[in-house]
């Protein structure tokens, strides 16, 4: 007789285990609580870790079967350099930025998204904003022709906001309604060249409606 374990689920939703070791057969009931916490503690956990976090990562969400991550990150500056056009505008103030990366088992980066938040402190009803500039649709980032580089760690992202927010940019998805004055691109600049992040939330900033950072993450 091979060595084996019966289970018997009875209509009064009773347990009995036949189990046969050894040649010998015995019995036992067992309450239906205690067989699930055996099947419980008999399945394979599958952990997946993610590595060291670069600075002012905010989450991170792994996708148990790709192994993809997606990493949200606040940019740390109130200034950033940025190229519209031809221009070069140096130290150009910003408002509060988040950035989420999609990040592949490979380390390649496929997906970039951009969101303005509250400039308060951030929780999951957090209100959003509609990025003033170009090259983002609701939340997701259009780099162009540009290649991201692959990363070996999520630890490695730490500079990637600095690089994206150097590439060039011209009008791709740019949207006067998306500012309060209704400014053209050039425009807009040129009046924020010289002002400061809280100008942002208190003259320019438009609210998305109904969208929370819950909504981003």
């Known amino acids: 007789m091979e060595d084996e374990i019966i289970i018997r689920i009875r209509e009064d939703e009773t347990v009995k285990l036949e189990i046969s070791e050894n040649g010998t057969v015995t019995h036992k009931n067992i309450s239906p609580d205690t067989l699930i916490q055996c099947i419980q503690g008999s399945i394979e956990q599958n952990m997946i870790k993610s590595g060291l976090l670069p600075p002012g990562a905010l989450s991170v969400t792994i996708d148990g079967n790709s192994e993809s991550k997606y990493v949200v990150m606040e940019f740390p500056d109130d200034c950033a350099d940025m190229t519209y056009m031809d221009t070069v505008y140096e130290q150009f103030p910003i408002p509060r930025l988040l950035f989420g990366f999609v990040v592949e088992d490979s380390g390649r980066i496929s997906k970039v998204k951009l969101g303005v938040p509250a400039n308060e402190k951030l929780t ?11 090259n983002v649709s609701q939340f997701s980032m259009c780099t162009g022709s540009n290649s991201l580089p692959k990363v070996k760690g999520l630890w490695q992202l730490a500079n990637l906001p600095y690089h994206i927010m150097r590439l060039p940019d011209n009008d791709d998805h740019f949207m006067d309604s998306h500012n309060r004055f209704s400014m053209s691109r050039r425009d807009l600049m040129e009046h924020l060249r010289d002002k400061d992040r809280n100008y942002y939330y208190e003259h320019v900033l438009v609210p998305m409606p109904n969208t929370t950072l819950k909504d981003f993450m």
């Open 124 to 134: 999951m009803n957090t209100k959003m904003y509609k990025y003033p500039f170009s």
